[in-house]
């Protein structure tokens, strides 16, 4: 099993809709958890963070839920710009182990 | 200027080869990553150092090297590349909670 595991995508949706991508973990000691985007093979760059209350980013929306070790992002309102590879990430112990990611596309 | 930097942009060797791909920071942090990344298995850690006198195998060490010639410079060798090496190589510096990548260095082994 894999120690992060994501929705294999890809995800085709027109502009404007909503979209949520989620991500578990399998390891319960687990200390903190981010959600990457990563364009057509540039490198990740930081998205957001992922806290227990959960967080809100503009159109983006991350939860976590530590008992069901299950990480939730939610895209609203759909950009053309928003196509991307998004990837969940989860540190442990000053590491950072990272989901196979998944494949957003946006139509117009 | 990047933040972090990394050369060569892309590299072709054959099989055997050396080769040493480079990686600089400027963002001051003591932690620096390798990763490699293939497709449909995302990016998997490769050696990193939390700081000049620090280095650690990640989770596929196997058939690579590294050297942290200072905060700023962590290097990864392929002592005899192979074909199965082939891939997206990124490097990473960053605190425990953020890490900031380079642009990659996309290796092809013939």
């Known amino acids: 099993r894999k120690e992060v595991e994501q929705d294999p995508g890809p995800f085709n949706v027109p502009e404007g809709a909503t979209v949520a991508f989620n991500c578990t973990y399998s390891?319960?000691?687990?200390?903190?958890f981010f959600w990457y985007r990563q364009d057509c093979r540039k490198e990740p760059k930081l998205l957001m963070s992922?806290?227990?209350s959960g967080n809100e980013d503009g159109r983006f929306t991350a939860q976590l839920n530590r008992a069901s070790q299950y990480i939730s992002l939610l895209i609203r309102d759909s950009k053309l710009s928003d196509s991307a590879t998004y990837l969940c990430?989860?540190?442990?112990?000053?590491?950072?182990?990272f989901g196979q990611g998944t494949e957003l596309s946006v139509k117009p | 200027d990047a933040d972090v930097t990394q050369t060569p942009r892309n590299r072709i060797t054959k099989t055997g080869k050396r080769i040493m791909l480079e990686c600089s920071q400027t963002?001051?942090?003591?932690?620096m990553y390798w990763y490699r990344q293939d497709p449909g298995l995302g990016l998997r850690l490769i050696y990193y150092?939390?700081?000049?006198?620090?280095?650690n195998k990640g989770e596929i060490s196997d058939g690579y090297s590294v050297s942290r010639q200072a905060q700023a410079k962590f290097s990864l060798s392929l002592e005899s590349a192979i074909p199965n090496q082939t891939a997206l190589y990124f490097c990473?510096?960053?605190?425990?909670?953020?890490?900031?990548f380079g642009p990659g260095t996309r290796l092809l082994v013939l």
């Open positions: 990430v989860v540190n442990q112990g000053g590491k950072l182990i």
């Open positions: 390891n319960s000691a687990s200390q903190s």
């Open positions: 992922v806290y227990s």
């Open positions: 963002k001051g942090h003591d932690r």
């Open positions: 150092s939390f700081d000049v006198k620090d280095i």
């Open positions: 990473a510096t960053g605190s425990q909670e953020t890490q900031y």
